[in-house]
């Protein structure tokens, strides 16, 4: 079983009894000093186990607590890290330490348990357990099964998305126990990989939409007859937002998601400066929390769902989303359809996406990448928060940006953390030209912007997180949009398209009952918190809509 590895000099017992809850899951040992807690990582991890979470007293006999964190996550880099202060230390420490957490030096500051029920404690405990148990390579806890011989790209995407939606997978080759149980579940044509997950049948996908559909159903399962009061294109911060908001005001409303819930947000293994969220929180675990909270007011989600069209109603008439698998009819529709990462458009890297290159930060290729030396090629938010989830697993990470430094597109706190982590490092003015290997990425060539001069550099993983194209190529022509394709609302639209000399709303397009919220939206700030507060905002006007006689 993992281990949880307690550091504690002055208040032992105090300490162990604050653990003495997670012994039956957790194999809960107590070190007295940085010294004996390097000795019983080396213990644990040469019995084959591996460290969960370290929890350390803010006051350390033979090192600053900083420090040994430092010393422990080079021992294991994907165990999360507590201080649990004694009340006697508590506030003394909290100025000098917490400035820590915003460079990732720890996760959480708490106050060391005062009773044996203290469940804020536990809570925060619990969520930092929840979230290592979501990232190590294998889960305890399985829903899915997936049975294939060689991982693939296909096979890691399937992982991907599960994983994406908050379901523990695990790919187990075909001779194995689990291969053989699923295989006898299967009386289909032999290849594959197979899916098996709980409830439901076993089978044999050739895309992850087949995956989705399988799981969460289509649209053709909607009774047509019936039209909603609201469709969401786009299952993302705002679309979600958009969907408790209406769902909880009594609105018929359906999501539909071409991929897994959450979008691009989805995928950040950390977001630290979310409000609300002083811990952090994952993408995937906003997104399902978010989606939870939507179903329990009677939203309807659809994933695996790509809306190919839009046909706008007029005069009374519902706008129609088309699917491959069946219509969706609506009185207004509210497009969350955000952006893909910009392709980096050189061939032989795209030929081998999927096999050691990836788009976005592909939470399941992060595990392939243990040991290995790994690029991530973008200066935002999202490439930063990449880097340093890989860092948990490769063993060097090199960050490749076009410009002077990371201050102008980054956040501060992710520039900090990632100066804090020895295994990141940071090449600026740099871009990728060319690469290749056999039948998966090995190496790449890179090309100093500045100079022209250019390195071949061994290279196991490849993250592309490039900036936005907006998604909205399925948009009809009426709805206006901006050279670059995003979908323009309020003041923003085409002056010709204003009625009686007056732009639409803030979130309306020029279409009447269509409206735009999120990454998608001409200006928007390309920010979760944001995007969620348009999701939000959208609903008023919708409502407003609604309402209107004409």
Known sequence: MPAIVLISEEHPDEMAAGFARYEREYDVRLARSLRDALQTTHDVVAEGGTVALFVSESVLPDAEVLLAFHKLREKVPTARRVIAAHWEHFTVDAGGLRAGMAKGKYDAYLLMPRGVRDEEFHNAITDLLSDWGSTVPDPEVVSVKIISPVRDALTLAIRDFFDRMGMPSRVWPPDSDAGRYVLEQWDGEPGFPLVHALNRPTIRPTTVRDVAISVYGSPTEIDLDHVVDVAVVGGGPAGLAAAVYASSEGLTTVVLEAEAIGGQAGTSSMIRNYLGFPRGISGMRLAQ???????????????????????????????????????????SVVIT??????????????????????????????REMEGQ???????????????????RFARSVTILVRRPDLAETMSDYLIGEIEYNARIAVRTCTTVVDGGGDGRLDWLCLEDVRTGDRERVPAYGLFLLLGAEPRSDWLPGAVARDP?????????????????????????????????????????????????????SVVPLVHAWLADPR
């Open 289 to 331: 929390r978010a989606r939870n909270q939507a179903l329990r007011f009677g939203t309807r989600f659809y994933t695996g769902q790509v809306v190919d069209e839009l046909r706008p109603g007029y005069d009374g008439a519902p706008h129609v989303l088309c699917t491959d698998s069946g219509e969706v009819r609506a009185r």
């Open 484 to 536: 670059r394709g995003f979908v323009l609302t309020g003041r923003d639209v085409p002056q010709e398209t204003w009625a009686d000399g007056l732009p639409p709303e803030p979130l309306a397009t020029t279409v009447p009952g269509v409206f735009a919220a999120g990454d998608i939206r001409a200006g928007s700030m390309k920010r979760v918190a944001s995007a969620s507060g348009e999701g939000a």
């Open 337 to 366: 359809s955000g952006v893909a990462y910009r392709k980096l458009r050189v061939d032989p890297i795209e030929e081998l996406v999927g096999m050691g290159v990836h788009y976005g930060a592909a939470m399941t290729a992060a």
């Open 373 to 391: 030396d790994v690029f991530v090629v973008g200066g935002g938010n999202s490439a930063g928060q990449a880097a340093v989830h890989l860092s």
